[in-house]
T-cell receptor
Framework: GDSVTQMEGPVTLSEEAFLTINCTYT??????LFWYVQYPGEGLQLLLK?????DKGSNKGFEATYRKETTSFHLEKGSVQVSDSAVYFC?????????????FGEGTQLTVNP | GAVVSQHPSWVICKSGTSVKIECRSL??????MFWYRQFPKQSLMLMAT?????????EQGVEKDKFLINHASLTLSTLTVTSAHPEDSSFYIC??????????????FGPGTRLLVL
């Protein structure tokens, strides 16, 4: 079945540092890929998405590129801020095999210190 | 972007009582809604998938008589935790999916409901 693997956390960075959170996936079909962010005590917010190979999703300075050859969708940001502290979830959905269901990674806790 | 609301955001109840949580899509019609449960510092666990006008599909290990789901309209789904016990205390999150292609092919999440059963 489909699966998503994220780099283990927690990740702690200083403000303005470069961020990478690795995400790889296994899917039998042609999934869409997502990054969601969860701030403390809140639900999930869609951060960015990509629906086909080589697409780049971007939002709020975050980027991720859908790499079919390496089955990856790594999240990057050039300069993190304290307000980026949250839990980040990589996810996929494959309408042809699982409809609209999302398969989540385990989440990566990011803490950014001033 | 699409907005999904949940009500209440916080609920404390006594053991043995039932609690109803509402999930609404505010600016789009949701053909499918999902209910998740999240334990502290863990990922989301899908409990059930509900399609408007039909019975919910429950994940393995989720008691359908314990967690009643109703998706009566394209903008509202409810989760009722019946005869709640302390082990049901958790963070419950819903999401809504509008179906179709393009930008609607995305799940949008509610802010969550924290349930504490005493």
């Amino acid at each position: 079945g489909d699966s998503v693997t994220q780099m283990e956390g927690p990740v702690t960075l200083s403000e303005e540092a470069f961020l990478t959170i690795n995400c790889t996936y296994t899917a039998t079909g042609y999934p869409s890929l997502f990054w969601y962010v969860q701030y403390p005590g809140e639900g999930l917010q869609l951060l960015l998405k990509a629906t086909k190979a080589d697409d780049k999703g971007s939002n709020k300075g975050f980027e991720a590129t859908y790499r079919k050859e390496t089955t990856s969708f790594h999240l990057e940001k050039g300069s993190v801020q304290v307000s980026d502290s949250a839990v980040y979830f990589c996810a996929l959905s494959d309408r042809r095999t699982s409809g609209s269901r999302l398969t989540f990674g385990e989440g990566t806790q990011l803490t950014v210190n001033p | 972007g699409a907005v999904v609301s949940q009500h209440p955001s916080w609920v404390i109840c006594k053991s043995g009582t039932s609690v109803k949580i509402e999930c609404r899509s505010l600016d789009f019609q949701a053909t499918t809604m999902f209910w998740y449960r999240q334990f502290p510092k863990q990922s989301l666990m899908l409990m059930a998938t509900s399609n408007e006008g039909s019975k919910a599909t429950y994940e393995q290990g989720v008691e359908k008589d314990k967690f009643l789901i109703n998706h009566a309209s394209l903008t509202l789904s409810t989760l009722t935790v019946t005869s709640a016990h302390p082990e049901d205390s958790s963070f419950y999150i819903c999401s809504a999916w509008g179906g179709g292609g393009g930008s609607r092919e995305t799940q949008y999440f509610g802010p969550g409901t924290r349930l504490l059963v005493l």
